[in-house]
């Protein structure tokens, strides 16, 4: 369907790995020939083979390799996905390396036959989204993610790339099944009733009056339209807070396979939807007051924080434009634009994570079905505010004052 794999490609196992790496001249500083080597397969995303590898005598001396599969992971053989996103991914990698090193995982190689990058292991760091469940604070994030987003978006639009190299790039990170992904699971499926959907019955009251507001979906509409037409700059595609890692003093982004040239604010509204849905999670996760109201506070000062840090690191770029051509009120319009398509597109993004097939273990995760009705309906009330007021927003502390403004309306009156 997607053309042929080659002869060479096999899904990796951990009985096989070893015998892999054991092929690679690129990994013969990190592991001796003499070397017993540990591996486990760890991949707890939607979509591929993740193994951590290691030198039993020495755990520190140790590796990633991110096997694509030809399939969805989490559905199984019936949905078949070309494993050419590892070269996207690869080529992402590779381009936010060198503008964000300090964010970005070391790449030993990538290995264009099996579809698999070798990358640095980041075992002194958490998944995000794990750490947040938990309620811890990562003081420098804001800091990080925002100066990540400016220069790794900035850097890719056509406000700093030479207009050829701009339309070779956007040639080169075509992404039409992965882009296919989103276009069906954050911006369609949730807004109708579809078998493929799953959100807990507690919720189908909201969900379907939801579904039936043609209001939203007019506006659900002008995002998906936005996200598949409007080529600004190469974004990561799929910015949420299991694809960050995090500890106190760094931060890094990671799985970039759904990158393509896209609208800016599909990353910024990633990473504000992703804290959001933390926000409504500690409704329920956190049940002391002066103790959720502390960790709310710290989800709503880092996304204004991310957005001032963004614009503030943004900043060279306009001062590079020819300002005869771009004036400043187009400058100022530009900005007020990613952060009203934030707003949207990060609502979508909101929607898709409590009714869609992919959910996030913030709320899918909270066993309780009612505790878990409470976080899921106040993750839809903050977004539906969010998206049917985007046009009105001019900064985001406007925008974090409507979604904390929201509030559960499960159980029903
Ligand atoms: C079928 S893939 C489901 C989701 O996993 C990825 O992380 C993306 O968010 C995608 O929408
Ligand atoms: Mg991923």
């Given at each position: 369907m997607f053309g042929d794999l080659s002869s060479i490609y096999r899904p990796l196992t951990t009985e096989t790995v070893g015998a892999y790496i054991r092929t690679r001249p690129e990994l013969t500083a990190i592991f001796n020939p003499s070397d017993e080597l540990e591996a486990v397969e760890v991949g707890d995303g939607n979509l591929n083979l993740v193994f951590k590898i290691w030198a039993k005598a020495d755990p520190d001396r140790t590796i990633v390799l991110k096997q694509a599969l030809p399939y969805v992971r989490l559905v199984g053989d019936s949905w078949p996905l070309p494993p050419d996103r590892a070269r996207i991914e690869a080529q992402a990698l590779e381009i936010h390396s060198r503008l964000v090193p300090e964010h970005t995982p070391h790449v030993y190689f990538y290995d264009p036959d099996m579809y698999l990058t070798a990358m640095q292991n980041l075992n002194k760091h958490l998944i995000m989204r794990k750490g947040l469940i938990q309620g811890i604070k990562y003081p420098r994030f804001a800091e990080h993610i925002g100066?990540?987003?400016?220069?790794?978006?900035?850097?890719?639009?056509?406000?700093?790339?030479?207009?050829?190299?701009?339309?070779?790039?956007?040639?080169?990170?075509?992404?039409?099944?992965?882009?296919?992904?989103?276009?069906?699971?954050?911006?369609?499926?949730?807004?109708?009733?579809?078998?493929?959907?799953?959100?807990?019955?507690?919720?189908?009251?909201?969900?379907?009056?939801?579904?039936?507001?043609?209001?939203?979906?007019?506006?659900?509409?002008?995002?998906?339209?936005?996200?598949?037409?409007?080529?600004?700059?190469?974004?990561?595609?799929?910015?949420?807070?299991?694809?960050?890692?995090?500890?106190?003093?760094?931060?890094?982004?990671?799985?970039?396979?759904?990158?393509?040239?896209?609208p800016i604010g599909f990353d910024v509204g990633a990473v504000i939807a992703n804290l959001l849905l933390s926000y409504a999670s500690h409704e329920v996760r956190t049940a002391d007051l002066a103790q959720r109201a502390d960790f709310r506070k710290y989800l709503t000062d880092t996304i204004i924080q991310l957005w001032h840090v963004f614009v503030r690191e943004f900043q060279p770029v306009w001062d590079q434009v020819d300002p005869i051509n771009m004036p400043k009120g187009y400058q100022q319009n530009y900005m007020l634009n990613i952060l009203q398509d934030a707003a949207g597109m990060g609502a979508c993004k909101m929607m898709r994570r409590v009714i869609g097939l992919a959910g996030v273990e913030d709320i899918r995760g909270i066993e309780n079905a009612d505790d878990k009705a409470v976080a899921g309906s106040l993750a839809l009330n903050m977004a539906q505010a969010l998206l049917m007021n985007r046009k009105q927003f001019t900064t985001i502390e406007e925008i974090v004052e409507v979604a904390t403004g929201a509030k559960p309306t499960y159980p029903w009156k």
């Open positions: 100066t990540f987003m400016a220069r790794t978006l900035g850097s890719t639009s056509d406000l700093v790339l030479d207009y050829r190299a701009k339309k070779m790039e956007v040639a080169r990170f075509i992404n039409p099944e992965l882009c296919k992904i989103t276009e069906d699971l954050v911006f369609t499926e949730p807004y109708r009733v579809t078998e493929r959907n799953l959100f807990h019955k507690e919720l189908e009251p909201q969900v379907l009056a939801l579904q039936a507001d043609e209001a939203l979906r007019v506006e659900v509409a002008a995002m998906k339209e936005k996200f598949m037409t409007q080529a600004q700059a190469l974004v990561h595609g799929d910015l949420h807070t299991g694809s960050i890692m995090v500890n106190q003093t760094d931060t890094y982004v990671i799985d970039p396979e759904f990158a393509f040239y896209g």
